[in-house]
């Protein structure tokens, strides 16, 4: 399956810069089996079926990006991709030349110092001269998704975390953004409708936001990313299955998460937690999840390959199609998509 199946033609105009005023307020296309139908996201409890549990991936965005300067004056830019000791991270770093193990950086006008350890694949391990996470919370910078183009605004720190995000879980460099539509009055809806909800917990990383540059998509190899799947989702998926409820995914990450513990016990889903690679494209054999709540993608990303995956790629093709039409917002403060896999009964 070649790159280029993946691409679509997006005016500038509709990639949405700045989140709505209200989180519920965005636009809903639905894919059903019958079609395409134009709801607004309040609407989605009635889309749904009393007994339908929805997992919701319950990381929070760092603070992550840091400016600061190499001890020849040049400018750096680091990006933390991963915590692995209380000093000590896994970074991006964009710089006019690459730093050699041993060099040193520093941040917040010299209040903070880093030293590169080592290269570690295509990222950078840096040793803080204080704890990592007291400096991202002093001088970081949430993370927006560069495809936005806009200077991060003071708004961006409440906009860009999911309502139901848990601080201990702060570990993500990019928002887990199905999960920004909801607020605690569409909570309350889909609850009065009938609906369960569970958790998962996976970290995004910097890599969603890598480009496949393979033209033969089974050549592109994913950023690894940790996760969590508990045993209590797993139970409540059990439950869910045994009343003939639907597992309703929200978010691609929510999909990784399930799929991946799945995968790892021989697709049978079990709790696990760990380092997960997954990559879904279509052919891929579906474990876990029967409907699909997401964001609209980039063109040619791994994401709209997973869109494509669990809805087929001609049908999603042409809903993405239908949404420029239609003028829909895209990206991660855009509108949104429900779409229900074939073969599975969504009758409400």
């Known amino acids: ?102 060099a040193r950086l520093t941040f917040a006008e010299g209040k903070v110092r880093a030293d590169m350890l080592e290269r570690v694949d295509d990222l950078f391990k840096l040793k803080f001269s204080r704890p990592v996470r007291e400096v991202l919370a002093e001088h970081g910078e949430m993370p927006l998704p560069p495809y936005l183009g806009r200077t991060v605004e003071a708004s961006d720190s409440e906009r860009y975390q999911t309502v139901y995000s848990k601080p201990e879980k702060t570990a993500s460099v990019a928002a887990p953004t199905a999960g920004l539509h909801f607020d605690e009055a569409l909570l309350a809806s889909l609850r009065e409708r009938g609906c369960d909800f569970a958790y998962v917990t996976l970290h995004v990383g910097a890599g969603t936001f890598q480009p496949v540059r393979a033209a033969d998509i089974r050549e592109h190899r994913m950023h690894a990313e940790w996760l969590s799947v508990p045993p209590e989702t797993v139970e409540a998926i059990r439950r869910t299955r045994e009343r003939g409820g639907r597992v309703v995914a929200v978010g691609t990450t929510s999909v990784r998460a399930l799929e991946s513990a799945a995968q790892a016990h021989g697709g049978e889903l079990q709790a696990w937690s760990g380092d997960t690679q997954i990559f879904i494209y279509p052919g891929y054999d579906w474990r876990v999840v029967d409907v699909l709540f997401t964001n609209f993608h980039l063109p040619e990303s791994t994401l709209l390959m997973l869109v494509s995956a669990f809805a087929g790629r001609d049908r999603v093709m042409a809903a993405y199609q239908a949404a420029v039409e239609n003028r829909y917002r895209f990206f991660s403060y855009g509108d949104a998509m429900l779409l229900e896999r074939p073969g599975v009964n969504h009758a409400v």
């Open 1 to 102: 399956m070649q790159l280029t199946d993946f691409s679509y033609e997006l005016p500038d105009e509709l990639i949405a810069r700045f989140p709505l005023a209200e989180r519920s307020a965005s636009r809903l296309l639905h894919l059903a089996a019958d079609g395409l139908q134009h709801r607004m996201v309040r609407d989605l409890a009635s889309l749904l079926q009393p007994g339908d549990l929805l997992v919701f991936n319950d990381t929070r965005v760092l603070a992550a990006r840091l400016f600061g300067q190499k001890s020849s004056g040049g400018k750096v830019e680091v990006l933390v991709e991963r915590i692995v000791a209380d000093d000590t991270a896994l970074v991006h770093l964009r710089a006019s030349k690459s730093p050699k193990p041993g």
